[in-house]
């Protein structure tokens, strides 16, 4: 098991309420959550690789945009 380190913080009581939703619907602790939302943070500042939701859509683009991508390569 990855060493912790405990700290404390606060946060607005509404996205605390959201991210422990997220959580309890994705079957996660909600620690696991806070680490995820770290390392993604991290990794956006330092330009390693787009945000998950902005690939998401880049997905969902090119597979409904499929044929008119396949006409424009013509």
Do not use: C, I, W
């Amino acid at each position: 098991m990855t060493d912790r380190e405990k700290f404390a913080t606060q946060a607005d009581p509404a996205l605390l309420a959201e991210m422990r939703e997220l959580a309890k619907t994705e079957g996660r602790q909600f620690q696991s959550l806070v680490e995820e939302a770290f390392r993604d943070y991290v990794a956006r500042k330092k330009g390693e690789r787009p945000r998950e939701n902005v690939m998401a859509h880049f997905r969902d683009s090119v597979r409904r945009n499929a044929e008119l991508y396949k006409r424009l390569a013509k």
